[in-house]
């Protein structure tokens, strides 16, 4: 566990050193690129550890083997069908792809972090912490679909249809869920009132209360695969998603701060809403969290915005009514008010740090995305080609219950 955090520390530390400065000077360029290519040396030399790990390595092999004309033609998205074959040209060496893709996937979200971001090292510990980089070490198609978004969002914003809609068909090559986010465009912009809150708010209840008829429905055209035996259609604990819901609140609560300072901004609510909207659903189905993903991850951006809300403004004036004997007295009290304000964003920073701490210690508890611990290529199990073993935990709890059960009928 120490590498990850390890990048906790780097990220924080050099973060509120380097990270804070909002303007794009070198500073905060160097800051940027220093905890990217961490982030992507750490995922690139993985050993073992994800769910999906042990997957790709036929995957690749049958791509390989495949002619550029059968590509369109094969069952995975032809964007990373086609990227893939064009990666092993060089070579086909496991640990060259993965790192191929982890400086491809690290290097888009540290370029929209330095870029978009008002707070680099705040966006790069909420991607951390809320186990964005967990699933890029898992699911790498989907979560690199999901972090191509992220270049979108700044155009959806605009209203700009052509550049939005050509990212998003970009993220589809890589991952098909992502045409999802074709109708988002539309909807996307919708105000939050008391209209449109009944209407999410009522649909909500609807959809979880009939999930299991909808999913029956869906699963005939789509991940039919994933039937009701599998751990994907059941359900998954409130504990995964329980962050991403009090976050998605939080900016739909507190929407008004973030749309006096920017209109457009209504884009980040209503995708951290959407975000929540499929987080609470994977309490009925995990497959959900597949759609999840591409908004909260969206809150990399959100979040730190929010909290930039509550910062002192600069240059503030008390407006003298008379309550003031003096200059000095008035000059006194800006100071005192300007010490609380301080005091108050420090505290929502750190509110919303251990929040996502919190998170990501959930994660390693219950080891999400079987990344937790961390093995790299130069451990002695990679040494050795050993297996690292992974029973996802809603399974141990059902294991724990059936040797419970079987010892109570043993012992009656």
């Not at 060496?93 to 491809?104: E, G, I, P, Q, W």
């Amino acid at each position: 566990m120490i590498i990850y955090y390890g990048l906790l520390i780097l990220i924080v530390g050099l973060g509120l050193w380097w990270g804070k400065d909002e303007k794009r000077g070198w500073p905060r360029a160097v800051y940027c690129l220093a905890v990217t290519l961490a982030l992507a040396l750490t995922a690139g030399l993985r050993y073992g550890i994800g769910f999906d790990y042990r997957n790709y390595p036929p995957l690749f092999e049958t791509i390989r083997s495949l002619s550029w004309g059968e590509l369109p033609s094969y069952r995975y998205e032809l964007g990373f069908s086609a990227l893939s074959k064009l990666l092993m040209l060089i070579s086909s060496d496991l640990t060259f792809l993965y790192m191929v893709y982890a400086l491809l996937m690290m290097g888009v979200v540290g370029y929209v972090i330095w870029r978009r971001s008002v707070m680099p090292w705040f966006s790069f510990f909420y991607f951390v912490t809320l186990a964005f980089f967990a699933s890029a070490m898992n699911l790498l198609r989907q979560t690199f679909a999901a972090f191509i978004f992220l270049l979108a969002v700044p155009y959806l914003q605009k209203r700009r249809i052509v550049p939005y809609m050509l990212i998003v068909l970009l993220a589809a090559s890589m991952h098909k869920t992502a045409l999802l986010l074709i109708p988002v465009y539309f909807i996307a912009r919708l105000p939050l009132n008391r209209y449109t809150g009944a209407l999410y708010g009522g649909g909500t209840v609807l959809v979880f209360l009939f999930s299991d008829p909808i999913m029956h429905f869906a699963m005939r055209y789509v991940f039919s695969y994933y039937t009701e035996d599998t751990i994907y259609y059941n359900s998954s604990s409130f504990i995964y998603v329980m962050v991403p819901v009090a976050l998605s609140a939080l900016l739909i609560a507190l929407k008004g701060r973030l749309c006096k300072e920017d209109p457009d901004n209504i884009v980040y609510v209503n995708l951290m809403l959407y975000g929540g909207f499929f987080s609470l659903m994977m309490t009925r189905h995990y497959i959900l969290e597949r759609f999840s993903l591409y908004f909260v991850v969206t809150g990399l951006l959100s979040v730190p915005l929010l909290a930039r809300t509550f910062r002192p403004q600069e240059g503030a004036v008390l407006e003298d009514d008379g309550k003031f004997r003096s200059e000095r007295a008035q000059k006194l009290a800006l100071r005192r008010w300007e010490k609380e304000q301080k005091q108050i964003y420090i505290s929502v920073i750190t509110a919303l740090c251990l929040l996502c701490f919190i998170h990501f210690l959930i994660s390693v508890n219950y080891k999400f995305h079987n990344v937790y611990p961390y093995y790299s290529i130069f451990s002695e199990e990679a040494k050795n080609q050993e297996r690292i073993p992974y029973v996802p935990y809603w399974k141990e709890a059902e294991a724990a219950q059936r040797l419970e059960n079987q010892g109570k009928a043993e012992n009656p």
